[in-house]
């Protein structure tokens, strides 16, 4: 039991680790990259990477992170682990505020976004993209601090297991 629970706390934090790599390359470079386009290289821009994420790769690592995260929980309840348990359920709470903001906010947005159509056949650009771009951007910076968190408790997390299992 000592060797699963370390296994999936490892993997736990590594999933929870890229995701929150992931949204902070986008928050700190890809965001800021894309403010400087105009409205029409922006929309399709962004349309393209809502289309390129949705992959077996990006899905299963992000809802693992959380499936993981709630499964080393449940195996730090008792034994020579658990005083690692309060921050691996903190770093589920974090990450399931992050899941839940994705999806509840951003990809409702990233879905609208993508409905406008062709930015080549967009009447309004500017408002399409005022629509989209400040809102997603502060929540996506609320996901890239909430998935750090996450990670970091984590990080602890393996620190505590180890030195109480060893």
């Not at 370390?6 to 700190?28: E, K, P, Q």
């Not at 349309?47 to 929980?73: C, D, E, R, S, Y």
């Not at 839940?100 to 409905?115: C, E, Q, R, S």
């Not at 989209?132 to 393996?158: D, M, P, Q, Y």
Request: charged letters at 15%; glycine letters at 4%; aromatic letters at 10%.
């Amino acid at each position: 039991m000592k060797t699963l629970s370390l296994a999936v706390l490892l993997l736990s934090t590594l999933t929870t680790g890229l995701i929150a790599g992931f949204f902070a390359t986008y928050s700190n470079n890809v965001m800021p990259a894309l403010h400087r386009d105009d409205d029409r290289m922006f929309i399709a821009t962004m349309q393209h990477i809502n289309k390129a994420v949705l992959n077996p790769w990006f899905l299963m690592t992000f809802t693992g992170a959380l499936l993981l995260t709630i499964a080393a929980t449940a195996l730090h309840i008792s034994g020579d682990a658990r005083p690692a348990l309060p921050w691996i359920i903190a770093a589920t709470v974090l990450y399931a505020a992050m899941f839940l903001i994705t999806m509840g906010i951003n990809v409702p947005l990233n879905d609208k976004l993508d409905a406008a159509g062709d930015p080549a056949r967009i009447a309004d650009l500017a408002a399409v993209r005022d629509a989209f771009e400040a809102k997603w951007n502060a929540w996506n910076h609320v996901r890239t601090f909430t998935s750090i968190g996450a990670f970091a408790c984590l990080i602890w997390a393996l620190v505590i297991h180890v030195r109480h299992t060893i």
